[in-house]
Nanobody, 121 residues
Framework: QVQLVESGGGLVQAGDSLRLSCAAS????????MAWFRQAPGKEREFVAA????????YYADSVKGRFTISRENAKSTVYLQMNSLKPEDTAVYYC??????????????WGQGTQVTVSS
């Protein structure tokens, strides 16, 4: 069982930056691929970014490429999402996810509770 706790969300203005963190309980954190997804009101959950177990490979949705960066610190069992140049359309609940297999689909076994990000124009 892996427990994930997100933090770092908030209300910001367009153009601002935020860094989300996701702390994992697993002692075998380094075995897991990690990802961020988001869900806006009335919309389906969508892929944002993913990173493999070592941090050597990362993947991004086209909508965030060049603005968001996913990273991880295995020693701290934590994954991050640095979000720059935020836009109102980035407003959503952001979820952290973990699985032994990396994917850009919402097939991850473990999910956090989510953290709200609101970007005002």
């Amino acid at each position: 069982q892996v427990q994930l706790v997100e933090s770092g969300g908030g209300l910001v203005q367009a153009g601002d930056s935020l860094r989300l963190s996701c702390a994992a309980s697993a002692r075998t954190f380094r075995s897991y691929a990690m990802a961020w997804f988001r869900q806006a009101p009335g919309k389906e959950r969508e892929f944002v970014a993913a990173i493999n177990w070592s941090g050597g490979s990362s993947y991004y949705a086209d909508s965030v490429k060049g603005r968001f960066t996913i990273s991880r610190e295995n020693a701290k069992s934590t994954v991050y999402l640095q979000m720059n140049s935020l836009k109102p359309e980035d407003t959503a609940v952001y979820y952290c996810a973990a699985d032994l297999n990396l994917s850009t689909r919402a097939t991850y076994v473990y999910w956090g509770q989510g953290t709200q990000v609101t970007v005002s124009s």
